[in-house]
């Protein structure tokens, strides 16, 4: 079992920056990859950015060259440094990890973006 607890989201004016933090607990050995998902107000839930065991990331188009995702080694924690913030970037933020393909969600953090 792999807990995943959001922190960091808030209220921001466009064009600010943001940090999220995720924070591991339970079995984090083996864990496959973690990343970051959203769902604006309305829509479906998509990717962000993910990061591997090797250090692989992927980043969403829309987001490219403004959020940068980072783990420490022992999976403990992952961040999403969000810079240049769009009112688009409006929703709520769930850390994910992958372990065994198995899926686990936190319970997200709302991210606002005022124009």
């Known amino acids: 079992q792999v807990r995943l607890v959001e922190s960091g989201g808030g209220l921001v004016q466009a064009g600010g920056s943001l940090r999220l933090s995720c924070a591991a607990s339970?079995?984090?050995?083996?864990?496959?990859?973690m990343g970051w998902y959203r769902q604006p107000p309305g829509k479906q839930r998509e990717l962000v950015a993910t990061?591997?065991?090797?250090?692989?990331?992927n980043y969403a188009d829309s987001v490219k060259g403004r959020f940068t995702i980072s783990r420490d080694n022992a999976w403990n924690t992952v961040d999403l440094q969000m810079n240049k913030l769009k009112p688009e970037d409006t929703a709520v933020y769930y850390c994910?990890?992958?372990?065994?393909?198995?899926?686990?969600w936190g319970k997200g953090t709302l991210v606002t973006v005022s124009s």
């Open positions: 994910n990890a992958i372990r065994y393909n198995m899926a686990y």
């Open positions: 339970g079995i984090t050995r083996s864990i496959d990859a």
């Open positions: 990061i591997s065991s090797g250090g692989t990331t």
